[in-house]
């Protein structure tokens, strides 16, 4: 049973450009959430997609945009990249399931550098 | 004010100690509550969710006081395993998003 796999595990860019991490859900489940980790600090929410739409939205810029696609997987894509967007960017799964708050379970996330 | 406050850390305890960890929630609202635990550069793993009625699961307990708006986790006999970053998680009323405490660093020593 496949949990969660996001890719790459690692990237380096440069201020200014864009880039596109992708994660595939557990087996089963159909909500994608997306997390900012920065060092030494809780991962903070960026936004959740469920059904191709984005249900759900953090305190973070318009840079921050994200696809769902039909088989459930996701893309988190970062224009204008800034010093600050280094940190680890997770991607979390779960079922929807009204009236019950599912735990969102975690890939190994995506380490973004910037130089 | 943050929504999800843990103590700061770190803790350092010998092997066999018990070690309790808290937390505290700014939306009353709010209707979930879970332990992660994070391993250095990993992702955040499920440890427990957190009933009202308090739970356990082996070595590890979690209590909830909602008209506190507090959670605790205490760990009994602590082993070398266990360190790690335990993070205090909470579904923001909406259902959608997971706020996360800052986590509360935890190193069991021989």
């Known amino acids: 049973d496949a949990g969660v796999t996001q890719s790459p595990t690692h990237l380096i860019k440069t201020r200014g450009q864009q880039v596109t991490l992708r994660c595939s859900p557990k087996?089963?489940?159909?909500?994608v959430s997306w997390y900012q980790q920065a060092l030494g600090q809780g991962p903070q929410f960026i936004f959740q997609?469920?059904?191709?739409?984005?249900?759900q939205r953090g305190n973070f810029p318009d840079r921050f945009s994200g696809h769902q696609f039909p088989n459930y997987s996701s893309e988190l894509n970062v224009n204008a990249l800034l010093l600050g967007d280094s940190a680890l960017y997770l991607c979390?799964?779960?079922?929807?399931?009204?009236?019950?708050?599912?735990?969102?379970?975690f890939g190994d996330g995506t380490r973004l550098s910037i130089l | 004010r943050k929504e999800v406050e843990q103590d700061p850390g770190p803790f350092n305890v010998p092997e066999g100690a018990t070690v309790a960890f808290n937390c505290t929630y700014s939306?009353?609202?709010?209707?979930?509550f879970f332990w992660y635990r994070q391993d250095c550069r990993k992702e955040p793993k499920l440890l427990m969710s957190?009933?009202?009625s308090g739970n356990e699961d082996g070595r590890f307990t979690a209590q909830l006081n909602r008209a506190s708006q507090y959670i605790s986790l205490l760990i009994r006999d602590s082993k070398l395993s266990d360190s790690a970053t335990y993070l205090c998680?909470?579904?923001?009323?909406?259902?959608?998003?997971?706020?996360f405490g800052k986590g509360t660093s935890l190193l069991v020593t021989p």
């Open positions: 979390a799964s779960s079922l929807f399931d009204r009236g019950v708050d599912q735990p969102q379970h």
């Open positions: 087996s089963g489940h159909d909500t």
């Open positions: 997609y469920y059904e191709e739409e984005e249900r």
């Open positions: 939306n009353s609202a709010s209707q979930s």
């Open positions: 957190v009933y009202s």
């Open positions: 998680v909470v579904f923001e009323d909406s259902g959608y998003a997971l706020n």
